[in-house]
């Protein structure tokens, strides 16, 4: 789950991060009194998730109310690549000395954390890796060791970061290091971290990513939820509880199990097929669970077939047969499904489906072969 900048702020002072006072604002009038009460001069805030929102005009310095009025007007509803501004975060004006960079992420190849550290902060990350790699310094952390001090101090001069900020770099590295292994977090990112004239070192913009899977550990989280932006699938799917993530193909896949669900993508790419999302519908494949999946499914335009995988261990074919056919009674499928069973039952699942004759059921008993056969529906269903 990805933090809003406010929200991404607020995370970062459970962790000791101070970052300047300010508030949420839905309107222009609400934008002012938050401005009138951060003390001026304050910046305004296009609260949007996505990056350069310095550069498309979603952030404004004010020095008077009136000024924090034309900014809240001009911020409020732009669009920001697609993303709709509906919220600002106003708050105290900093001054800049020098503008910094510094994260926390996962190094997947290296299985350790990564820290990276830059002078030259303000700018996207991505514009520094690409014009000068060499301004990035980077750090690997063991999660059993965790971050010392002094390998931050040293991170922090490799960096080249100023004399006068090493130490409150190395401060800033140490807490924002909670904020990713105790908060939780995927993605732990300040840019720009500032040194002020008065030689403080100071967040100017959070950027957070939750790692979801730990949401068990942290009922704090829940405030977030309201707040994410999902888009509506996502949004449905999280409703229904089903493990289920977006993408932009045209075969809508369901599967029971994780790894069924993985290889069912696989599958459908390696026939010329893409999928539209995945959908894992974990153990019991239950007709509530089914319909739940199929629902989700329907409301995605995209989609031009529908492929069911479903391999039977402890839950029988017999059963998910059963609960397709309940599930197929409620909900009316805008497209074609194609249905693989296989294992435990596999015969008497494929009767009862054949049985409840369906139109725009396929079934079929590979999975080779249905995804070949979903893939071949999508593909007409797009050129029609
Ligand atoms: P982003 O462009 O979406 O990453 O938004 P940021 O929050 O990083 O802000 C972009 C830029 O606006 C920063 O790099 C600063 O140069 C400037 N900025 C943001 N807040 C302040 C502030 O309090 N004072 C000053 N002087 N500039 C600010
Ligand atoms: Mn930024």
């Known amino acids: 789950m990805d933090l809003f900048e406010y929200q991404g702020k607020q995370y970062f ?15 222009v009038d609400e934008a002012v009194r938050q401005a009138v009460k951060a003390g001026f001069p304050a910046v305004v805030k296009a609260q949007v998730q996505v990056g350069g929102r310095g550069k498309a005009g979603g952030i404004k310095l004010v020095n008077d109310e009136a000024e924090a009025r034309a900014a809240a007007q001009s911020i409020l509803g732009l669009d920001i690549k697609g993303h709709v501004v509906k919220r600002l975060w106003v708050e105290h004006a ?57 390998d931050a101090v040293d991170l922090a001069k490799a960096a080249k970061i100023d004399d006068e900020a090493v130490e409150g770099v190395a401060d800033m590295l140490l807490k924002l290091y909670e904020v990713y292994s105790k908060g939780d977090a995927d993605l732990a990112e300040i840019n720009p971290l500032i040194l002020t004239p008065d030689g403080r070192i100071h ?15 942290h009922p704090e989280w829940k405030e977030y939820e309201g707040t994410a932006e999902l888009d509506g ?59 739940a999946a199929l629902e989700v499914i329907n409301t995605d335009d995209r989609v031009a077939a529908v492929l069911v995988n479903i391999f039977g261990g402890i839950t029988r074919c017999d ?17 074609p499904i194609v249905i693989r069973l296989d294992g435990t039952n596999a015969d008497e699942g494929r009767k009862i489906l054949s049985d409840a004759s369906f139109s725009g059921v396929i079934i079929e008993s590979t999975m080779i072969g249905a995804a070949k056969r979903a893939v071949e529906i999508a593909s007409k269903g797009a050129s029609n």
């Open 203 to 217: 967040a100017l913009d959070a950027k957070v990513t939750l790692d979801d899977a730990a949401s068990f550990r």
């Open 319 to 335: 059963e998910v047969a059963k609960g397709i056919v309940t599930a197929l009674s409620t909900v009316e499928m805008r497209s």
């Open 13 to 27: 002072a459970r962790y000791g991060i101070a970052t300047s006072p300010g508030g949420v604002a839905d309107t």
């Open 233 to 291: 699938r996502e949004r449905l799917a999280a409703e229904k509880h089903l493990n289920y993530i977006g993408l932009d193909g045209t075969v809508g896949i369901i599967a029971n199990g994780a790894g069924l669900a993985m290889s069912t993508l696989d599958v459908v790419n390696q026939v010329g097929g893409s999928a539209a999302n995945f959908l894992d519908l974990g153990g019991g494949a239950g007709a509530d669970v089914m319909s």
């Open 94 to 150: 900093s001054d800049i000395k020098k503008e910094y960079y510094a994260s926390f992420t996962l190094d997947r190849d290296a299985k350790l954390h990564l820290c990276m550290l830059s002078a030259q902060g303000g700018v996207e990350i991505e514009e520094v890796a690409a014009t000068d790699p060499d301004a990035i310094a980077r750090l690997h952390v063991n999660p059993i060791d965790g971050l010392d001090r002094k």
